[in-house]
């Protein structure tokens, strides 16, 4: 045995450190053989009792294979991500992760690549030849044996000689359709301008035809989806059928499923230049949404948010003024009523230690030495930081980052919402991590003054007696003020002192853009941009 095909010195090293000799030793499909079920997550249990099996026995190299390929056909799938189809499958709090397709070394995807033609499981030759070619895409010739195996195993369930991992599973299931979507993005991407291969295009069409023949609505949403996206079919004729399972529907107490098949209809409609149909179901759709808002009118949350969506909807055609303007008003009525539903929430907190803590600080100081605690009362974190509390915040709350969550103001009127992480794409989930961080600094900021600058206000104020005269002297010695304005930031600051926040704030803020620019000028920065 030469030197590199002999078992590591080290056998819990990490399996995306497996070298090309390890690889080349072991018939990846051993513990696989005989494997009927088109399930990645079935082949990667079976590679990971194969790995403890071997590890048990000894034979770590071989173990250490076997985890390699678990890595690779668990790692998380994402078929409507083109850039990032595969992602970790798990990532910790301190940013360490499960393996990725990045991970594969040049040398061990050549290895891969050379042995993926030979493997009979398509399952597991989709998954290691879209791996690899996802990891390098120079490896060309694996972006068309994906798309092959991908449509092979497709065509051995509807042939009965692949079975879905789980019970009750069908032919055009979620599964089914990430597949072929799978395929089609990457014979779009390796083939330029070349049409889909006619076999793609022959399964998606015939998936979409088996879910309407049989009525069976989830498998028809995803196949029609699919087909409309990659323009497989005649859209008229997919808009028809989706028309045609809506007419078909109970369209009453399930107002999602009927918005879903007349918008896909809609769709097909627009894609197939038809605009006269296409206004006539994108009306029928914010209809439906009004109908269901009706159906929801003991709950005046629900009723809002299916109005509001008839809204968006109308604001897709022309000459639908009236009709906005009828539903705004309704939904303003609703958002009245909807004000009622709401219950106060809340809890208290002992701040009494913090409050004692600042009068120690601050209690028989000079004026000086009383502002200078003051100052040092509370300083705002840097972004990291608050971005780090956040993400510490979610572990406690993972739910509730979950789901969106909408402000109303007192009316009852949306104001804004923020998107939630469930099925958000990196934009909103930035955006629902500002929101959070603004949340929680808002709830911080309120404990800081209640317990510790709104204590050392009134304790100052008390001592000291607050007047302009007394502010002023400390007010020039300072490099936030521009000279020419400490009688401006005196009044202020003797206003906020006195108790005055409203005056306070409206001499204050206006003059917070010149002190920093006069900051920076000092500081030898440009401001005259």
Same mark, same amino acid.
């Given at each position: 045995m030469s030197e590199a095909a002999e078992p590591p010195e080290d056998h819990r090293r990490r399996v995306s450190n497996v070298t090309p000799a390890e690889l080349d030793q072991v018939d990846f499909e051993i513990p696989i053989a005989g494997l009927n079920v088109i399930d990645d997550q079935a082949v990667a249990d079976t590679f990971r009792l194969a790995s403890q099996d071997e590890g048990a026995k000894g034979n770590a190299s071989t173990?250490?294979?076997?985890?390699?390929?678990?890595?690779?056909?668990?790692?998380?799938?994402?078929?409507?991500?083109?850039?990032?189809?595969?992602?970790?499958?798990?990532?910790?709090?301190?940013?360490?992760?499960?393996?990725?397709?990045?991970?594969?070394?040049?040398?061990v995807g050549a290895t891969l690549a050379a042995k993926v033609p030979g493997l009979a499981n398509p399952i597991f030759r989709a998954r290691v030849a879209d791996v690899v070619w996802t990891s390098n895409r120079k490896l060309g010739t694996l972006a068309?044996?994906?798309?092959?195996?991908?449509?092979?195993?497709?065509?051995?369930?509807?042939?009965?000689?692949?079975?879905?991992?789980?019970?009750?599973?069908d032919v055009t299931d979620y599964d089914v359709v990430a597949r072929l979507r799978r395929a089609c993005h990457i014979a779009s991407q390796s083939g330029g301008k070349s049409p889909l291969p006619d076999r793609i295009k022959a399964l998606v069409n015939a998936t979409r035809e088996d879910a309407f023949a049989r009525r069976y609505k989830h498998g028809f949403l995803q196949s029609a989806a699919l087909d409309l996206d990659f323009r497989v079919s005649d859209a008229a004729?997919?808009?028809?059928?989706?028309?045609?399972?809506?007419?078909?529907?109970?369209?009453?107490? !399930?107002?999602?499923?009927?918005?879903?098949?007349? *918008?896909?209809?809609?769709? %097909?409609?627009? =894609? &197939?230049?038809?605009?006269?149909?296409?206004?006539?179901?994108?009306?029928?759709?914010?209809?439906?949404?009004?109908?269901?808002?009706?159906?929801?009118?003991?709950?005046?949350?629900?009723?809002?948010?299916?109005?509001?969506?008839?809204?968006?909807?109308?604001?897709?055609?022309?000459?639908?003024?009236?009709?906005?303007?009828?539903?705004?008003?309704?939904?303003?009525?609703?958002?009245?009523?909807?004000?009622?539903?709401?219950?106060?929430?809340?809890?208290?907190? !002992?701040?009494?230690?913090?409050?004692?803590?600042? *009068?120690?600080?601050?209690? %028989?100081?000079? =004026? &000086?030495?009383?502002?200078f605690h003051l100052i040092g009362l509370h300083r705002s974190r840097d972004p990291a930081s608050l971005r780090a509390g956040v993400m510490e915040q979610r572990k406690g709350s993972i739910l509730a980052s979950m789901f969106s969550t909408g402000l109303h103001d007192k009316s009852g009127k949306l104001k804004f919402q923020s998107p939630g992480l469930a099925g958000a794409d990196q934009e909103d989930q930035e955006q629902t991590l500002r929101f959070e961080i603004i949340q929680s600094e808002d709830r911080t900021r309120r404990l800081i003054v209640g317990s510790a600058i709104e204590p050392a206000r009134q304790l100052i104020e008390a001592e000291h007696a607050?007047?302009?005269?007394?502010?002023?002297?400390?007010?020039?010695?300072?490099?936030?003020?521009?000279?020419?304005?400490?009688?401006?930031?005196?009044?202020?600051?003797?206003?906020?002192?006195?108790?005055?926040?409203?005056?306070?704030?409206?001499?204050?803020?206006?003059?917070?853009?010149?002190a920093l620019r006069y900051l920076l000028r000092n500081a030898g920065h440009d401001v005259s941009t």
């Open positions: 173990s250490l294979v076997y985890g390699f390929l678990q890595a690779i056909t668990e790692m998380h799938f994402k078929p409507d991500d083109r850039g990032e189809p595969f992602g970790p499958r798990m990532v910790l709090a301190d940013g360490s992760r499960t393996m990725i397709p990045a991970d594969i070394s040049a040398k068309g044996i994906a798309v092959d195996a991908y449509c092979e195993s497709v065509e051995r369930l509807r042939a009965g000689t692949l079975k879905h991992g789980s019970d009750g599973g004729a997919v808009a028809r059928e989706a028309e045609t399972i809506h007419d078909e529907l109970e369209t009453r107490g !399930d107002g999602h499923k009927p918005l879903a098949f007349l *918008e896909l209809s809609a769709r %097909g409609f627009r =894609l &197939a230049h038809d605009k006269e149909n296409e206004d006539r179901l994108t009306l029928k759709a914010a209809e439906s949404c009004v109908l269901t808002a009706a159906d929801l009118a003991k709950v005046p949350m629900l009723e809002a948010h299916w109005l509001t969506r008839a809204i968006a909807i109308l604001g897709r055609v022309r000459a639908q003024k009236d009709r906005r303007n009828e539903l705004r008003k309704r939904l303003i009525d609703v958002q009245a009523r909807m004000m009622d539903e709401f219950v106060p929430i809340g809890h208290t907190v !002992d701040v009494r230690d913090v409050v004692e803590a600042v *009068e120690k600080q601050i209690s %028989g100081k000079t =004026l &000086a030495e009383a502002l607050i007047t302009m005269e007394k502010l002023f002297p400390l007010i020039q010695q300072s490099p936030f003020v521009e000279p020419g304005y400490e009688l401006v930031f005196a009044q202020g600051m003797t206003r906020w002192f006195n108790g005055d926040s409203i005056s306070a704030t409206s001499i204050l803020v206006p003059q917070l853009e010149n």
